[in-house]
């Protein structure tokens, strides 16, 4: 086997998914469906069985992928000191995932942090993903994931940066006379509290939802809402408030308990 043939079998184990590892690899779809041809022609094995709209591997293939992943890695390991990154030349496009949170707060200085130390470099930032099996899968296809401490993360880590959150718990407008938001389609009212507290501090203003997930709870932050000033700010401010609340529990409406109604009923309303 020559060792193009050996990173496309390493590709298709890790991503079991044609097109992700042509990405990995640089390669068309065709091309990798070729070198997957060729690969269960060696073997005289499927390796990637198609189940659904997906692919599964194969007993072999689960077999060779721990194996084909140390042979490549014991390679790059032997190859890695001839090609040594340089900043000044390099056109590499580095991927990157991390909580929309890390994003807030490291975008803009990352991106200016090239600019001026490697200006031929770019950077794909994209969200990590909440299932364990493609967060495996985007661990794989990524040069770096910045998220929380706490997560069992293999390979290197080290701390990025620290910040102190405190958290502002307001309760839903009960009384009426909040701030007027729309949430989805309807008109409500929510306390305009947190967007003033923040203003008024000077501390940044970060929506945040919990739902459970098969690993456990899972606690999302949105992003930086900015302070703007006047009434029409404070509206402005609660109402990215209401729609990243809206956002999120529709993506999980089965963790939103509520105690009491929170939208008028038909007979409230006329």
């Known amino acids: 086997m020559d060792a193009n043939l050996l990173l496309a079998l390493h590709a298709l184990l890790e991503e079991r998914n044609l097109t992700h590892a042509g990405e990995r690899l640089t390669m068309s779809q065709p091309a990798?469906?070729?070198?997957?041809?060729?690969?269960?022609?060696?073997?005289?094995?499927?390796?990637?069985?198609r189940t659904g709209r997906g692919f599964?591997?194969?007993p072999l293939a689960a077999e060779l992928r721990p194996?084909?992943?140390g042979?490549?890695?014991?390679?790059?390991a032997l190859l890695g000191?001839?090609?040594?990154?340089?900043?000044?030349?390099?056109?590499?496009?580095?991927a990157v995932s991390m909580s929309e949170y890390a994003m807030t707060v490291l975008a803009e200085p990352l991106t200016l942090l090239l600019g001026e130390q490697a200006p031929g470099c770019s950077?794909?930032?994209?969200p990590i993903v909440d299932d364990r099996d493609r967060f495996e899968s985007q661990l794989m296809r990524?040069?770096?994931?910045?998220?929380?401490?706490?997560?069992?993360?293999p390979g290197r880590m080290q701390p990025v940066f620290t910040d102190e959150l405190v958290c502002l718990v307001a309760d839903r407008d009960l009384s009426g006379t909040g701030v007027p938001v729309r949430w989805g389609d309807h008109p409500v009212t929510m306390p305009g509290g947190p967007a003033l507290v923040a203003?008024?501090?000077?501390?940044?203003?970060?929506?945040?939802?919990?739902?459970?997930?098969?690993?456990g709870m899972r606690i999302t932050f949105g992003a930086v809402v900015e302070p703007r000033p006047g009434r029409e700010g404070l509206q402005a401010m609660t109402q990215e408030v209401a729609t990243f609340f809206a956002r999120q529990i529709g993506l999980h409406p089965e963790d939103w308990h509520m105690l009491q109604p929170f939208f008028p009923t038909r007979a409230e309303t006329g």
């Open 56 to 58: 599964e591997l194969s």
């Open 32 to 49: 990798m469906s070729g070198a997957l041809a060729r690969l269960r022609k060696h073997f005289d094995d499927e390796l990637l069985v």
């Open 81 to 94: 000191n001839q090609r040594e990154f340089d900043p000044t030349s390099s056109t590499k496009r580095f």
């Open 67 to 69: 194996h084909v992943a």
């Open 199 to 215: 203003r008024r501090s000077g501390a940044a203003l970060i929506p945040a939802v919990c739902a459970f997930t098969t690993t």
């Open 71 to 76: 042979a490549v890695e014991a390679a790059e």
């Open 142 to 153: 990524r040069d770096l994931i910045i998220g929380p401490r706490g997560f069992d993360f």
């Open 123 to 126: 950077v794909a930032l994209d």
